[in-house]
């Protein structure tokens, strides 16, 4: 007997150009599909065997039916009086005759669902393997071009033409981008949202997009022979990079910096100028807590009774401003630094308390100014009445980010409590 094949070439083009999926995978899909199909046609796909030559783009299909002198379930069995008809004369009953299914036994609807199902399966396929390469990469830099720009978030293609994602929120501030531009970024994570193509988020602001601009920058991290211990960052305004040399021959710092700033340069213009402070790792917290607050000098640390508490340093007034920086953020990173926060006090001179009109700690004013207010100004380095009372109105509102009209009260009521 002549055995019908089925042309899945001509049936099933979209499949021939699927690329990413290997022959056992394939092979495995399309008898799932058929033997899904027969079970809805026939009733049940037990009696039935699929045979797929993916060489030569055909399908075969099989009906076993049992010989039978009775038929009470067409589906599954056939009378010999039948068989015989058909020409078939070597069969006996309790024998099994093996039936070949073509395409238009499934009907017009029958066949529109296999294309259905079929596609179905093919884009199951082609997220799952999406999702599993970019899942093996998370935590590694990515480069593709800017396809579209929205408001909270910017569409960017790879090679293949698959969709990631740079959200607002992982951009470093003030960026922007426009169609077909080249961006870098660290892979962050990989979601697979209601069954939906796997959204990929990229990210310019995470710690280990800094860690990996260093690993392509200086060749001993990228060795093993420096280490990055610790990175900490306030996106687009600073960072500090803790980095530890296992050869005493190699100078950390002066590696990661490079020949008049060679190496570094290119990771600061990438990162939108941000400014790097690269400095030696140590174990021990004092000394780390000096050298992160460099060029600050300080005067004394007080590491408090347990690791709840804040930090404090004490410096000379003029070596405040430095401690701190812009903003604060110098102190707020060489908190991020040691993993606890830390407050800047500013010394106060022996010659000045005894002076007969000795200074006051802004807690004192704790029922007169709000203790919010108070804590502004003591993250600038003002503990005390005096030390407020020493700058301008217009110095204390722009650093401690208050209104001119909070600073004028609070200044009035420092005053007040020299006043006789």
Request: aromatic share 6%; glycine share 6%; hydrophobic share 40%.
């Amino acid at each position: 007997m002549a055995e019908e094949k089925i042309d899945l070439r001509t049936a099933f083009a979209l499949f021939k150009d699927e690329k990413h999926i290997d022959r056992p995978v394939m092979m495995g899909v399309l008898k799932d599909v058929f033997m899904t199909q027969l079970a809805k046609t026939y009733g049940s796909a037990d009696n039935f065997d699929v045979i797929i030559n993916v060489d030569k783009g055909d399908c075969e299909i099989w009906q076993n039916l049992d010989v039978v002198e009775t038929v009470e379930n067409p589906a599954t069995e056939i009378s010999l009086e039948e068989l015989e008809a058909m020409g078939e004369t070597d069969y006996e009953v309790g024998e099994t005759y093996a039936k070949a299914i073509s395409m238009k036994d499934f009907g017009r609807r029958g066949i529109l669902n296999i294309r259905q199902n079929l596609q179905g399966r093919i884009m199951d396929i082609e997220k799952a393997n999406l999702y599993n390469t970019y899942t093996e990469k998370v935590g590694e830099l990515f480069t593709g071009e800017v396809y579209q720009t929205w408001a909270k978030e910017v569409l960017i293609l790879d090679e293949e033409g698959n969709e990631l994602r740079l959200p607002k929120q992982e951009q470093i501030p003030g960026e922007h981008f426009k169609k077909n531009d080249t961006v870098r970024a660290i892979i962050k994570s990989v979601e697979m949202k209601n069954n939906t193509t796997p959204y990929i988020v990229l990210s310019r602001t995470s710690d280990e997009f800094l860690v990996k601009l260093f690993e392509q920058e200086v060749p001993e991290i990228y060795d093993g022979l420096i280490t990055i211990k610790k990175v900490v960052r306030i996106p687009g305004e600073r960072a500090k990079v803790a980095v530890e040399s296992y050869d005493d021959r190699i100078d950390p710092i002066g590696a990661c910096i490079g020949v008049k700033g060679s190496r570094i340069i290119g990771i600061v213009r990438e990162l939108r100028n941000e400014n790097i402070d690269v400095i030696q790792w140590t174990a021990n917290t004092q000394l780390l807590i000096q050298r992160a607050l460099s060029p600050a000098k300080i005067s004394s640390i007080d590491m408090g009774a347990s690791e709840d508490e804040k930090i404090k340093v004490f410096m000379q007034p003029e070596e405040v401003k430095k401690g701190i920086g812009r903003g604060g953020c110098n102190i707020k990173l060489a908190g991020m630094l040691v993993g606890r926060e830390i407050e800047v006090w500013r010394e106060v001179d022996a010659n000045e308390s005894d002076s007969g009109e000795e200074d006051v700690l802004l807690s004192e004013f704790s029922n007169e100014i709000e203790p919010w207010i108070i804590e502004k100004l003591q993250s600038i380095g003002c503990d005390t009445a005096k030390s407020v009372l020493a700058l301008s109105p217009a110095d204390v509102a722009k650093r401690a980010d208050l209104e001119d009209e909070t600073v004028a009260e609070v200044m009035d009521i420092l005053r007040a409590e020299f006043e006789d």
